[in-house]
């Protein structure tokens, strides 16, 4: 089937199978190897893209139900100034240690903050609830997430 | 060695050497999802495979037909263990000195075990072509216990080996059974224990995988793999596939996690490999989630039985304690070869006493061989596990507070180097100092009021203590190898002519952070700063022989061989810098970066100038270049520890118990990198919360792995993580170049009894002494039902 979507801004048509996972779709036919698979089941939430800003399991979706659809991966968050807020702070807040969890919770993160600037912790540990970090404990993925709200609200680049 | 609160650095920032938290080098690269992990490799022309598994657990192999999978499109070749075993490799080595089917021939022995495999163009069209696989088995009895394992009319499961007439591992033994006994006999009283530490998996968030790409012109075979220890694997690649060493490269890309999973080479890998070279292309295999936790390594699984010899005062006279293994249906533990139960026979822990004996059994079952390190030093999870519940069930019985207890059988700052009663050498350790400082930051006299006051009101609290020590940085060469490789690791160092240097590790990341505290140990003895250094590991052709990282062995091992190196060179360039001063070496005074002469600080060369000099102006005695390598053979094992302290509130209605509280003081030596400790600390406190609560792989009476997923085997999320208070002591390890111990698994291995304890402290009133891991609310409820 042919579909059409818009990845990080920029516009693809693909031809793909009925029963292709827009995971794949996204690795295997644009070969966008930041958005990571880790369960098949949607239970860890490392395979998390944003489908018209919400976060997607895109292990759980065909592509073809994005025919339409504005797609952010991992690689689309970073913007011309530079990385976001988000991934300054899981950098700056030791939030990621193999990385394999890093982009979904980033991108779970981004969608909180758009919607929520201001969160609670438990807000942020909500937020991520759908996403499994084996190697952070999430304490410092939560530091992460309060570390870019404070930026965001300071309009600068500090935590 | 004495204990100090905090190590302060001794370089600049701007140097960055140890005790500085500097920014991880590696997060540029992964917060922009530019890792590179396995399945990110693709290669031109590149196959897929798939595997095809037993849906049952044991059953003898009637015959397989793949002829209608054989026609799908797309399909090269169907891998059955005939065509395996016509090329001698239906059968590899493990590394217990077992041998593990990679195809079954005879019988499959779990549900799960590999029986074929397809090769196909693409991923889809591989699962497609299994479901075309026809194959007869002949159901024989599922063994699911090791107690049923070992009953005399009992399937014999491995009837591969010749000369085996029962379903017994292993047996072992370690300490001194009479000194024991003779304690035991003269016992005031004895307290024992009977658990079970369950079967978990460490279900790193990346699954196992590989791409072999055998070059059929050449018999080159590049091979990318989920490897914790390349070097290891490529020689037992060489081994058993019998391919030439040297025209073998194992690359281990970014690794989304290992936690011991990634030690073992895994049929998969056999048979990909076996496929490339069959067919001259590159082949993929990334392993589902399910069939990462129905078939690769597990960790624990043991049932344990101990018991304490006390005095009238409350002193340990000894301890007795005996072991049956679930092995699973190869004897496949991932341990030093010397010792059948790994390093259980640390079970004495942080306490003085002389006497002990440890048994251990194992025994096979119809479930998935591993066996394991899961984030531990080779089983000291479990010897942990069972000293620090037996610590708190003996003072219970003999009506002291457990912290007491614990302080009364501490051994003593003042008897270190201390020798236990199963001959380890304990290293350094101050283990009373670490518990009250636990015991200041969570408050535990105020606390232990609370608690008596609560029960008149009839509310639950529990404080639960763990006062773990660990024995890891395997291992002196004396003592410890495995598969005959002594575990020695090692580093070389190169240092450019501008001053900058690469530093290639035999051991491996899999998100400790390698490539930034090494660096940082290079900065420390060099002064080079950390961020002008590059670390590379994982590579078996650029970087030197080593064992790889597992058992918290990186820092010990790899982190001693890269001290050691970084100072071969600075010997060499106190010469160069003695022949730019003109002036003696031993008149040179070294700081950090710097080499001046005594008494005329001006007169001055720095590190970079001698790097720049080794390479254009370098003494005429002297070889030119700054570079080196060392294997480094540690004199003795690192033992790390610390008290975690777990306050709990417990429903009684309900059996659900709530964290309030979890206070973790570590101690782990010299901290290299503190942002980093206290990261490797969180996750590990996590892990061990996870194994007290939920964390769980278990089986129905036919085998079937329940547990096969994310939504079956519990992970903790976020929501249900508690909220960690870390602290800390540093007492160095007198016998590490820097005086750092390892800190990866330290809070896995202590805090399970922890939140264990703390649970049983809340109903121990009611005269419940025990509860098995996962402590779930309906075993809660029901120890106080039947109290």
Redesign the interface.
């Known amino acids: 089937m042919q579909i059409n979507i818009n990845v990080n801004g920029t516009d693809h048509s693909l031809d793909v199978e009925p029963r292709r996972l827009l995971v794949d779709a996204i690795r295997g036919d644009l070969g966008l190897r930041g958005t990571h698979i880790g369960c098949d089941t949607t239970s860890c939430g490392a395979c998390t893209v944003l489908v018209d800003g919400t976060p997607i399991k895109s292990c759980t979706m065909f592509a073809v139900q994005a025919d339409g659809s504005a797609v952010t991966t991992v690689e689309g968050l970073k913007g011309a100034d530079g990385l976001s807020a988000v991934q300054q702070g899981f950098s700056a807040e030791h939030g990621l240690q193999c990385g394999f969890c890093t982009p979904g919770m980033m991108l779970v993160s981004t969608a909180l903050l758009e919607e929520n600037p201001d969160p609670s912790e438990d807000d942020i540990r909500w937020a991520i609830s759908g996403n499994i970090c084996r190697c952070t404990g999430y304490v410092n993925i939560v530091k992460a997430v309060q570390w870019a709200a404070a930026a965001a609200r300071n309009g600068g680049e500090e935590g | 060695m004495q204990t100090t609160t905090h190590h302060q650095p001794t370089t600049s920032p701007e140097i960055g050497g140890v005790g500085h938290s500097i920014?991880?080098v590696?997060?540029?690269?992964?917060?922009?999802?530019?890792?590179n992990?396995l399945?990110?490799v693709n290669l031109p022309g590149m196959l897929h495979m798939a595997i095809l598994r037993s849906p049952v657990a044991h059953a003898n192999l009637v015959s397989i037909d793949s002829s209608a999978a054989m026609e799908l499109d797309g399909v090269l070749a169907v891998v059955t263990g005939e065509l395996m075993a016509a090329h001698n490799l239906a059968w590899m080595p493990t590394l217990s000195g077992d041998t593990q089917a990679v195809l079954a021939t005879d019988k499959v022995r779990y549900q799960g075990q590999e029986v074929a495999c397809v090769i196909a163009t693409d991923r889809?069209i591989a699962e497609d072509a299994l479901r075309l696989i026809d194959v007869e088995y002949e159901e024989l009895e599922p063994i699911t216990n090791p107690q049923r394992s070992l009953e005399a009319d009992a399937p014999l499961i491995r009837t591969d080996k010749e000369d085996v007439t029962d379903n017994v591992s292993f047996t072992w033994e370690a300490g001194d059974q009479a000194a024991t006994d003779a304690a035991f006999a003269r016992a005031s009283k004895v307290v024992s224990l009977e658990t079970h530490y369950p079967r978990s998996h460490p279900?790193?968030?990346?699954?196992c995988g590989i791409v072999a790409d055998v070059n059929p012109a050449t018999g080159q075979a590049t091979i990318y793999m989920t490897s914790q220890a390349p070097h290891a694997h490529r020689t037992l690649f060489a081994l058993v596939a019998g391919l030439p060493e040297q025209n073998i490269r194992i690359i281990s890309p970014?690794?989304?996690?290992g936690?011991g999973n990634k030690v073992p080479i895994y049929p998969g890998y056999v048979v990909a490999t076996a496929a490339s070279l069959l067919i001259g292309l590159p082949v993929k295999w990334?392993e589902?989630?399910?069939e990462n936790l129905i078939s690769t390594g597990f960790g624990r699984d043991y049932y344990m039985t101990g018991s304490l010899a006390l005095d009238d005062d409350g002193r340990i006279l000894g301890l007795r304690t005996d072991l049956l293994a679930d092995q699973g249906a190869f004897y496949s533990d991932a341990q030093p070869t010397k010792f059948r139960a790994g390093l259980f026979h640390i079970v004495t822990g942080s306490y003085d006493f002389a006497a002990a004996h440890v048994t251990a059994k194992g025994a096979f079952t119809n479930k998935a061989p591993g066996g394991v390190a899961y984030r531990c030093s080779f089983r000291v999870t479990e010897a942990s596990y069972l000293i620090e519940r037996l610590i708190q069930n003996a003072a219970y019985e003999i009506g002291m507070d457990p912290a007491e207890f614990r302080r009364i059988n501490f051994i003593q700052p003042d008897q270190f180097p201390y020798t236990s009663p199963t001959g380890f050498i304990y290293d350094s350790g101050d283990y009373e100092t670490a518990m009250q400082k636990a015991m200041d930051m969570v408050g535990y006299d105020e606390l232990r009021a609370e608690q008596a006051a609560a029960r008149e009101e009839g509310r639950l609290v529990g404080i639960g203590m763990a006062s773990f020590t660990e024995v890891v940085g395997a291992g002196p060469a004396h003592t410890y190898d495995i598969a005959g490789l002594k575990m020695f690791d090692s580093a070389e160092l190169r240092v450019h002519p501008t001053g900058k240097a690469i530093l290639k590790l035999g051991v491996k990341t899999?998100?400790?952070?390698h490539e930034t505290t090494f660096a940082q140990i290079v900065a420390e003895e060099l002064g080079i700063p950390a961020t002008d250094i590059a670390v590379m590991h994982g590579d078996t052709d650029n970087t030197p022989y080593g064992l790889g990282t597992y058992a918290s062995r990186s820092t010990p091992v790899g982190g001693g061989a890269t001290a050691m190196v970084a100072r071969k060179l600075r010997d060499k360039a106190r010469k160069i810098a003695a022949h730019l001063l003109e002036a003696s070496p031993e008149d040179l005074e070294w700081e950090p970066g710097k080499f001046s002469v005594a008494g005329s600080p001006d007169a001055s060369v720095t590190i970079q100038d001698i790097a720049f000099a080794a390479y254009t102006n370098h003494p005429e005695d002297e070889e030119a270049g700054l570079e080196g390598v060392h294997y480094y053979n540690p004199p003795n094992m690192t033992y790390p520890f610390g008290t975690y302290i777990v306050v709990v509130d417990l429903d009684s209605d309900t059996g659900v118990w709530t964290v309030r509280r979890m206070v973790a003081v570590d101690d782990c030596g010299v901290r290299i990198n503190p942002?980093?400790v206290?990261?490797q600390i969180?996750?590990?406190?996590?892990?061990g919360f996870a194994k007290a609560n939920m964390q769980w792989i278990t089986f129905d009476d036919d085998g079937n792995c329940i547990g096969s997923?994310?939504?079956d085997y519990l992970?903790p999320?976020?929501?249900e993580?508690p909220?960690?208070e870390l602290g800390e002591t540093v007492t160095p390890s007198p016998h590490h170049p820097i005086g750092a111990k390892g800190v990866g698994e330290s809070a896995t291995v202590g805090s399970p009894a922890a939140f264990v304890n703390a649970v049983i402290d809340a109903v121990a009133h009611l005269g419940v002494r025990n509860i098995d891991m996962p402590v779930l609310p309906d075993r809660v409820w029901k120890a106080i039902q039947n109290a």
């Not at chain 2, 279900?203 to 699954?207: D, I, K, N, Q, V």
């Not at chain 2, 899999?510 to 952070?513: K, L």
């Not at chain 2, 969180?682 to 892990?687: F, R, S």
């Open positions: 920014p991880r590696e997060d540029a690269r992964f917060v922009q999802g530019a890792g992990y399945d990110d889809y279900s790193p968030l990346e699954t970014d690794i989304g996690g936690f990334v589902s989630r399910t899999q998100g400790q952070g942002m980093i206290d990261g969180h996750g590990g406190l996590t892990e997923n994310f939504m992970v999320t976020a929501w993580t909220r960690f």
